[in-house]
C-alpha cells in the first residue's frame, strides 16, 4: 500500500525524500509526489506512474532547496491514477500539504461541507479533503499544525495515516495515525516519519511506534507524541536490527530472487534462541498464563493470502500435537461470518508486516468476543503483535518483493514453535519429544539450501512453460496448502490461470479439465509414515497423464514410485511429514519467478498488488 516519507534536519529534504520512496517502491504504487518548505513557501510536484516520471518532471520543474519535506507513493482507492489524484494534495491556497494512506470514510460528507464553504476541491480523492480542513482549522489553532491535526483527525471515520507540512511552520513535520503504519526514525538534528522503517534506514536505526490514535509532531531537535484529544501519549522506542544493505539487491536482479536465497538464514535465524535455559520452548512476547491455555478448546487461525496458506499447515501441526480443535480461517471473511469465540479460545493472527487490516480487524472482533490472540509477525512494533495478547516474531528480515518467500518459510517455522509450545504448556508434548522436533527443524535450513542447489531444471522447466496459459497443482495433506501456495504464486507473478487443488477431489470435478499438455504440479507427501495418502497420490498421477497432462512431480529423495508417471521429476531432501513444505514450497517459488522472466513481468512489483493491504 502506499509510502510515506516525512523529513525535517539539515540534509536537502528532497534527496531524503526521494531515496526513502524507492525503498518504499516494494509497498505498490501508481503515482508519486513530494512537498519541499523552502524561503516560507510550498512547492510540490507530483505525477502518476513510477518514480522515474516523478524524476523526470523534477529536471524540469525543479523544487527549491529547503530542509523539510515529504513524499508519498500512491496506490490508487478513491480515484484514478492520474497526475490530479497522486500525492500530495494542497489547499486552496498553497500553503498546506498532505499525504495520506488508507480510506477516510466519511470524506463525501466532509467535501460537502466544505464546497459550501467555498472551497474548491479539484482531485477525485478522499485525501484533498484533509488538506482544506488543516488551513481551516490551522487558524483558528493560533498556527500550530499540530493542533490543527489533533482536531481534523477528531473529524475524520476510517483508517488513516496522514502526514502535513505547512508554509507558515517551515521547521515542523507533523503526523497522524489511526489504523494504519506510520513510525518515527530519530536522528541527531533530524528526525523522519515513514510508512516503514526501510525508508529512513540508511540514516538512522533508533525507531519509535506510534500506537493508535496519535499524532506525532516532528522538529530538528525533537519528537512530541500526543493522543488526539492533546493528552500526552506513551510510546516506545526500539532499535531496527537489520541495516541498509539488507534492502538491496545484493547483486540478485530481483529482491525475490535474493529473498529466496536467503531463505536458509531467514529459518535458522527464526529458531535462534528458542529453548531456554531449563530446555523449555519460549515465544517473544506471551501475556497469557499457562493455566488460561491450559483450558483452551478451540484454536482459530486467521490470515490473508500466503499466510493463510501457512495457517491451513499450521492447523494440521497444532491438532497432531495438542488435539486441540482447530480452524483455519480468511481474515477478511472472519467477523462477517458471526463467528463462536469465548474466553477458551485462542485466536492466532499471522501477517508479515503486521498491519493487514482484514487481519487486524480480525483481532479486534476477536479480542471483544473474549478471546485471547496471538501474533506470528515479521515487524516488530507493528499493530498486530501490540494489540495482540502474546507474539512471536519471525525473523526474516525485510522483504521488499511483493510476493512472499522467506516470509512464508518463517511463518510456517513460527506455527510449528507455536504449536509446540501449545503441547508444552498442556503437556501433550514431552520436552525430549519437543526438543526432537526443534532439532529437526534446525536441520531445514540446510535442507532448503540443497534444495536451492538443483534449481537450474526447474528454471529451464519454467522457461519451456512461458506460452502456457494455466498451470494446475495438486497436493494432499500438507501438500495441499503447497499446492495453493505454488498456484497463489503463478498468479502474482506470471499473470497466469492457475488453481491449487486437493488430490483426492480430483475426480469430483476438476479432473474436467485436464487435456492434452495441460502442466500439473503435484506434491508428493513421503511413501514413509503416511504411506496411504502416497499411494493415492501416485494413483491421481496416473489419471491425469492418461488423459494427457504434463505431470510436474515433487518427491523426496529415495521415492521410486513416482519415476515411471513423471514427466519432470523435482527432487527434494527427506524431511519429517508436517515438516515437508519447507522444503517443497521452494521449487515452487523459483518456477514462478522464473516462468514471470520469461513471460517479461515485472518480478517484484507485480501488476495491481501491494506489499501490505492496510485497507479492508
Known amino acids: 500500500m502506499c509510502g510515506i516519507v516525512g523529513y525535517v534536519g539539515a540534509q536537502s529534504a528532497l534527496d531524503v525524500v526521494i531515496a526513502g520512496l524507492k525503498r518504499l517502491e516494494y509497498r505498490g504504487y501508481d503515482s508519486a509526489g513530494v512537498a519541499v518548505l523552502a524561503d516560507g513557501s510550498l512547492a510540490a510536484v507530483k505525477k502518476a506512474g513510477k518514480l522515474v516520471n516523478l524524476e523526470k518532471e523534477l529536471v524540469g520543474h525543479p523544487l527549491p532547496a529547503g530542509s523539510t519535506g515529504l513524499g508519498h507513493t500512491r496506490w490508487a482507492t478513491h480515484g484514478g491514477p492520474t497526475d490530479v489524484n497522486a500525492h500530495p494534495h494542497l489547499d486552496n491556497s498553497g500553503r498546506v500539504a498532505v499525504v495520506h494512506n488508507g480510506i477516510i470514510e466519511n470524506f463525501a460528507a466532509l467535501r460537502a461541507e466544505l464546497a459550501e464553504r467555498g472551497h474548491r476541491l479539484e482531485s477525485e480523492t478522499d485525501t484533498e479533503v484533509v488538506a482544506h480542513l488543516l488551513a481551516e482549522r490551522f487558524e483558528g489553532a493560533g498556527g500550530n499544525l499540530t493542533e490543527a491535526m489533533r482536531q481534523v483527525c477528531r473529524q475524520l471515520d476510517g483508517a488513516f495515516t496522514l502526514v502535513a507540512v505547512h508554509a507558515d511552520q517551515p ?54 507524541v ?4 492533546g493528552s500526552p501519549a506513551s510510546v516506545r522506542a526500539y532499535h531496527v536490527d537489520w541495516d541498509a544493505s539488507a534492502a538491496e539487491k545484493g547483486g540478485y536482479d530481483y529482491f525475490m530472487l535474493k529473498e529466496i536465497a536467503e531463505q536458509p538464514k531467514a529459518v535458522a535465524d527464526t529458531l535462534l534462541g528458542r529453548i531456554d535455559a531449563n530446555g523449555l520452548l519460549t515465544l517473544d512476547e506471551v501475556r497469557i498464563p499457562d493455566s488460561v491455555l491450559r483450558e483452551v478448546d478451540k484454536v482459530v487461525i ?33 467477523r462477517y461470518r458471526d463467528p463462536i469465540l469465548d474466553q477458551r479460545t485462542l485466536v492466532i493472527a499471522i501477517s508479515q508486516s503486521g498491519e493487514t487490516m482484514d487481519t487486524l480487524m480480525a483481532l479486534r472482533h ?53 504449536a509446540l509450545y501449545l503441547g508444552q504448556v498442556r503437556g501433550t508434548k514431552w520436552g525430549d519429544e519437543i526438543r526432537s522436533v526443534i532439532r529437526e527443524l534446525s536441520d531445514i535450513a540446510a535442507a532448503v539450501e540443497t534444495v536451492l542447489g538443483t534449481m537450474e531444471p526447474v528454471r529451464a522447466l519454467a522457461r519451456s512453460l512461458a506460452d502456457k496459459n494455466t498451470v494446475l497443482f495438486l497436493g494432499r495433506h500438507v501438500g495441499y496448502p503447497v499446492a495453493l501456495e505454488g498456484a497463489l504464486k503463478l498468479k502474482e507473478l506470471a499473470y497466469m490461470h492457475a488453481e491449487g487443488f486437493a488430490a483426492g477431489e480430483l475426480k469430483h470435478g476438476p479432473i474436467a479439465l485436464i487435456e492434452k499438455d495441460l502442466p500439473v504440479v503435484v506434491v508428493v507427501p513421503s511413501p514413509r509414515g503416511r504411506s496411504v495418502l502416497h499411494d493415492k497420490i501416485v494413483s491421481n498421477i496416473q489419471e491425469i497423464r492418461a488423459r494427457g497432462a504434463r505431470t510436474i512431480v515433487i518427491a523426496e529423495e529415495g521415492d521410486e514410485a513416482v519415476v515411471p508417471y513423471a514427466d519432470h521429476l523435482i527432487r527434494i531432501p527427506v524431511t519429517p511429514t508436517l515438516l515437508q513444505p519447507l522444503v517443497a514450497t521452494v521449487p515452487l517459488q523459483v518456477f514462478a519467478c522464473e516462468l514471470a ?4 513481468n515485472e518480478v517484484d512489483q507485480p501488476r495491481n498488488l501491494a506489499k501490505s493491504v492496510t485497507v479492508e
Open 171 to 224: 521547521d515542523v513535520v507533523v503526523g497522524a495515525r489511526r489504523n494504519s503504519p506510520l513510525v518515527v526514525g530519530v536522528g541527531e538534528g533530524e528526525n523522519f516519519l515513514a510508512s516503514d522503517v526501510s525508508a529512513f534506514i540508511a540514516h538512522t536505526r533508533s525507531a519509535i511506534e506510534l500506537g493508535q490514535d496519535q499524532v506525532v509532531e516532528l522538529r530538528r531537535d525533537g519528537v512530541t
Open 226 to 229: 500526543t493522543n488526539f484529544d
Open 302 to 334: 486467521v490470515a490473508c493470502g500466503t499466510a493463510y496458506h501457512a495457517g491451513m499447515i499450521a492447523k494440521l501441526a497444532i491438532e497432531h500435537w495438542t488435539r486441540i480443535p482447530c480452524e483455519t480461517e480468511l481474515a477478511s471473511e472472519f
Open 366 to 418: 476477536a479480542r471483544e468476543q473474549g478471546a485471547k490472540v496471538l501474533a506470528i509477525c515479521n515487524t516488530n512494533g507493528s499493530t498486530i503483535p501490540r494489540e495482540s495478547d502474546a507474539v512471536l516474531y519471525t525473523h526474516a528480515g525485510p522483504e521488499i518483493a511483493v510476493a512472499s518467500t522467506k516470509a512464508f518459510l518463517t511463518q510456517l517455522v513460527a506455527c510449528y514453535l507455536v
Open 597 to 600: 522472466t520469461a513471460r517479461g
